[in-house]
């Protein structure tokens, strides 16, 4: 449940994360007038904008939140750790499980604040060339503002790589090109089918005291 929190904190009618390389040649030359967000625990980078605002760390170390020039609009990164029970032949959550969590924990916490949730088809995609979910919704904020989200995620067999965009409906046309620029230079960092090194190794127990020699 922690896992799809996390990615909690635009609506479109087909993905924007596209087919991408993680080798993306673009990353590996400093893109002109960007900035460079590297996460110390999970690894993932990308490049942004200077004239987007580096939030604040979120809690763990999962991840930032980044504020474009654009009010009321937010992308915000994150990773996260693949340790529910599911389907999968780990017996760990499928993407298609974590999807569908993250759709009904969405509902229920804008149910509790009175708000309809206006759902899009979800979308298959990829993020840095791993396989993805996208899904885009709408709502009124508290100041009547319609609101339009957009959530990217792929799901390893340990760790997990999110993006959320939002930001108001009235502003998409603004956004979304440098939204998309910013998705092609996303890198996830590890694979993540490897093991993190937050995950507690496994202890040998000590062995036992030889008997004193007689």
């Known amino acids: 449940m922690r896992m799809c929190r996390v990615l909690l904190s635009v609506l479109l009618f087909s993905p924007i994360a596209g087919t991408i390389s993680s080798t993306s040649s673009a990353f590996a030359e ?26 604040d760390p979120m809690p763990d170390g999962m991840g930032v939140t980044l504020y474009p020039p654009v009010e009321s609009s937010q992308v915000a990164l994150s990773g996260f750790m693949n340790v529910i029970e599911g389907k999968s032949q780990d017996g760990r959550q499928t993407l298609d499980e974590f999807t569908a969590a993250h759709r009904r924990i969405i509902t229920e916490l804008h149910a509790k604040r009175k708000r309809t949730v206006t759902w899009e088809k979800e979308q298959a995609t990829t993020l840095a060339g791993f396989p993805a979910k996208q899904l885009s ?59 993190s090194p937050f995950t507690p190794a496994t202890v040998t127990p000590p062995s036992p005291p030889s008997s004193p020699a007689r």
């Open 30 to 55: 400093e893109t002109p007038g960007s900035q460079l967000y590297t996460n110390a625990r999970f690894e993932f980078s990308v490049r942004y904008p200077q004239d987007w605002r580096l939030g």
């Open 137 to 195: 919704f709408t709502y009124q904020d508290d100041k009547k503002t319609t609101v339009l989200e957009m959530h990217i995620f792929s799901l390893g067999r340990n760790e997990g790589r999110g993006v959320r965009i939002k930001l108001p409906a009235a502003s998409k046309g603004a956004l979304l090109p440098a939204v998309k620029q910013f998705l092609a230079l996303f890198q996830a960092g590890r694979d993540q089918n490897t093991v």
